[in-house]
Structures are given as structure tokens and as C-alpha cells.
């Protein structure tokens, strides 16, 4: 069985900072992860996806992940914020090959002028 | 192309009536899925479908839970007799099919129970 921590409830940036955001997970056999964003009144957007090719993984908007399985952490970084990246953010792990998706409590991102 | 769209986009009801929830997923994904999110917490599964068949159905929280499937395309949730605690948006996603390939999600259908 998988499942995933999202360290933070709550981050809160300057525009133009870096962001970081905090994920550890636990997979029975190797792991597929997965960040999304949901942006208010929106549907959840896949930002960036890991299936153990490179361990640092490019997604859009800037975003990108690296895949420590020493850690078993999945961290999501962006180096400058832009107030449109004020959104929810929701690390997801499924064992590879596995349909079920398990989604974290999600991280609510604040960008502050 | 267009993307899985949800119908309606907000539902109010009673205690004790019957919901249908609809997802119209991207056309050609033979893999369906549906989620439910309760308020500050993250997705939880609750049944996928490969075609018309749902090989997985451990999600649904109760037997007043049900969906099917009809025509490897439309797929109708339905809840029986809802309570409150059922109150949360229920997101559906498809695939290309079941397994790595990325599930794209709708908008979800906001459900209120009063």
C-alpha cells in the first residue's frame, strides 16, 4: 500500500521567491509520483510526473521535483514565485503500474506581493 | 481537444434524496475513475472503470454508493439516500488506460447535503 505526507498545510511566498514544497511518501514497490495543482474553482492540472527515468523531473510553469528514494521524499520547487502559482498543490504516489492514485492533504500556497 | 467534464457543477439536496453525478471523459480513454474530496483533505478513490466494467470498486464508501458505465464513455454516479457527511466535490478523471498513463481530471461536481 502507498501513501503520502505533505509536510506542509500551509506555505506562504513573496513573489519572486523561491517556493518549496514538502512531500515524503511510502510505496510498497517502486512508485510513480505526481504533483497537481488546483487552481480555485478548477480541476486539478498535472504539473510533473516520475516514473523512474531521471530522478529530477521538469514540469510546467517552472516547476520541477526531485526523486530521493533514499529519502523517500518527492519535493517540489520553483525558484521565483508568480502570484499565479497561489493555487493548492497535491503530491500523489501510485506502485507503478497501478491505477489508484493516493493523493496527500495538500499544500495551500499564498504568494504575497 | 476538450477535456473530462462533470455535470452538474454544483448540486444542492436534501437528506435522504438520490444524486446522480455525470463525467464525460476525453474521448478514446478507455479508463475512468472516480474520486471524492472532502473539505481540506486530499482525494480519495472510490471506483474505476476499465471499459464498461469496474474491476475496483473497494473505494465506495457504502452500498448506497453505485456507478456505471455505458458505451466506454459516460459514466453516472449515484447516491442513495444521502446524508450530510456525504457532502464534498466528487472528481472524476480518464486515462488512456488503466495503469501509468496520466489521469486527467474534470472540474468536479460540488455536492452540498442539507
Known amino acids: 500500500a502507498q501513501s503520502v505526507t505533505q509536510l506542509d498545510s500551509h506555505v506562504s511566498v513573496s513573489e519572486g521567491t523561491p517556493v518549496l514544497l514538502r512531500c515524503n511518501y511510502s510505496s510498497s514497490y517502486s512508485p510513480s509520483l505526481f504533483w497537481y495543482v488546483q487552481h480555485p474553482n478548477k480541476g486539478l492540472q498535472l504539473l510533473l510526473k516520475?516514473?523512474?527515468?531521471?530522478?529530477l523531473v521538469k514540469g510546467i510553469n517552472g516547476f520541477e521535483a526531485e526523486f530521493k528514494k533514499s529519502e523517500t521524499s518527492f519535493h517540489l520547487t520553483k525558484p521565483s514565485a508568480h502570484m499565479s502559482d497561489a493555487a493548492e498543490y497535491f503530491c500523489?504516489?501510485?506502485?507503478?503500474?497501478?491505477?489508484?492514485?493516493?493523493f496527500g492533504a495538500g499544500t495551500t500556497v499564498t504568494v504575497r506581493a | 481537444g476538450a477535456g473530462v467534464s462533470q455535470s452538474p457543477s454544483n448540486k444542492v439536496t436534501e437528506k435522504g434524496k438520490d444524486v446522480e453525478l455525470r463525467c464525460d471523459p476525453i474521448?478514446?480513454?478507455?479508463?475512468l475513475y472516480w474520486y471524492r474530496q472532502r473539505l481540506g483533505q486530499g482525494l480519495e478513490f472510490l471506483i474505476y472503470?476499465?471499459?464498461?466494467?469496474?474491476?475496483?470498486k473497494s473505494g465506495l464508501p457504502s452500498d448506497r454508493f453505485s456507478a456505471e458505465r455505458t458505451g466506454e464513455s459516460v459514466s453516472t454516479l449515484t447516491i442513495q439516500r444521502t446524508q450530510q457527511e456525504d457532502s464534498a466535490v466528487y472528481l472524476c478523471?480518464?486515462?488512456?488506460?488503466?495503469?501509468?498513463?496520466?489521469?486527467?481530471f474534470g472540474p468536479g461536481t460540488r455536492l452540498t447535503v442539507l
Open positions: 478523471a480518464s486515462s488512456l488506460y488503466a495503469g501509468t498513463d496520466t489521469q486527467y
Open positions: 472503470f476499465q471499459g464498461n466494467s469496474a474491476p475496483d
Open positions: 516520475y516514473t523512474s527515468a531521471a530522478t
Open positions: 500523489v504516489v501510485s506502485d507503478q503500474n497501478d491505477y489508484k492514485l493516493s
Open positions: 474521448s478514446g480513454h478507455t479508463a
